[in-house]
C-alpha cells in the first residue's frame, strides 16, 4: 500500500534544473518540465516548489496549490499534511496511495510524496479536490487551470450507499488476502464491466450477473456476504472515485486456467490474480 521515493542525486539535479512555474500534463514523458508554464484563472500562478514527473504524472506541492487556491491554512502533523479551505477539508498522509477530500477518497498512482521536505501529489488529483479544471495545450506547452466551486461534493452524497456496499463485500470476497493494488484492481473490473455494452448497468447487477453463467464465485458460496475489512471499503470508494490499477480488463481469475485465459488477452497480474482485457 505504501511506496517511498528514493532520491537519487541524479533525481535531485533534475529537480533542482525546474523552473518555479514549471507543469506538465500527464502526457509528457519522465523528464523535466522546464519551459511548461502554468495558468491560474488565465493568470500566471505563484508556486515557489519545484514539481517533478513520474509515470506521465506531474507532481505539485500541495501546500503551493492549496494556497494559491485560496486555502485559510496547511498543516502538517506526523505524516499528514492537512488543508482547511472554505466548504473542503483534505488529509494527505505521505506514501499513501490516496488523499482524503471532504471524505472522497482520491487515487494517488505512484503515491503521496515527500520531496525535499514537501508533500507532492499529481496536479489532477489535487485539483479534483478544489473542483478546478486542468487543461494541457502542448502547443504552448501551458497548463490551465481553472476554478470551480473550490470544493469536490462530499463523500456522504457522491457514494452511493448500495453501491459501496456491494463493491465493498465483492473485493472483500475476492480479494480480502490481495495487496492494496490488488483489492483496487478488482474493483476497477467492476467499475469497466459498468462501462462496457457487454454488461449490465449497475454494481449489484454486474456482480450477481448469471446470465451467461456465474461470474463471481462468492455470489454462490456466500463469501460476498462477509464484513469487509477497512481497508476493502476504501478500495472500494478509490473505484467508485474512478480509480483503477486493473487497466482495461474486465475479467480476473486466479488461475490461467479458465475461460478468460483461453479466450482473452492477458492484461497483468496482480498478486495471486490474472487480469484479462
Not at 507532481?59 to 492537512?82: L, P
Request: net charge negative; hydrophobic share 45%.
Amino acid at each position: 500500500m505504501k511506496k517511498r521515493l528514493l532520491l537519487s542525486g541524479i533525481v535531485l539535479l533534475m529537480l533542482t534544473a525546474i523552473t518555479p512555474l514549471a507543469f506538465a500534463a500527464d502526457t509528457i514523458s519522465d523528464t523535466p518540465s522546464a519551459g511548461v508554464s502554468i495558468t491560474l484563472n488565465g493568470q500566471p500562478a505563484e508556486l515557489h516548489v519545484p514539481i517533478f514527473e513520474l509515470n506521465s504524472a506531474t507532481y505539485v506541492s500541495i501546500r503551493d496549490f492549496s494556497k494559491a487556491m485560496g486555502a485559510d491554512s496547511v498543516t502538517w502533523n506526523d505524516g499528514t499534511v492537512t488543508v482547511t479551505a472554505p466548504n473542503l477539508s483534505l488529509d494527505a498522509t505521505v506514501d499513501d496511495l490516496y488523499l482524503v477530500a471532504n471524505g472522497r477518497y482520491l487515487f494517488v498512482p505512484d503515491s503521496t510524496l515527500l520531496v525535499n521536505g514537501s508533500v507532492m501529489v499529481p496536479i489532477r488529483v489535487i485539483a479534483k479536490a478544489f473542483d478546478a479544471s486542468v487543461d494541457w495545450n502542448g502547443a504552448t506547452r501551458i497548463v490551465s487551470v481553472a476554478k470551480g466551486s473550490g470544493a469536490i461534493e462530499p463523500g456522504s452524497v457522491f457514494y452511493d450507499q448500495t453501491d459501496l456496499y456491494w463493491m465493498s463485500r465483492i473485493i472483500n470476497a475476492e480479494a480480502g488476502g490481495e495487496s492494496f493494488v490488488g483489492k483496487i484492481a478488482v474493483g476497477g473490473v467492476i467499475m469497466n464491466r459498468l462501462k462496457s455494452p457487454e454488461f449490465p448497468k449497475t454494481v449489484y447487477d454486474v456482480i450477481f450477473d448469471d446470465e451467461y453463467g456465474v461470474q463471481f464465485t462468492p455470489t454462490e458460496n456466500g463469501t460476498i456476504y462477509n464484513t469487509p475489512s477497512e481497508e476493502c471499503i476504501i478500495a472500494a470508494k478509490i473505484a467508485l472515485d474512478g480509480g483503477n490499477t486493473a487497466g482495461d480488463s474486465l475479467y480476473f481469475a486466479a488461475t490461467e486456467n479458465c475461460w478468460a485465459g483461453r479466450n482473452r488477452p492477458l492484461a497483468m497480474t496482480i498478486g495471486n490474480h490474472y487480469f484479462y482485457a
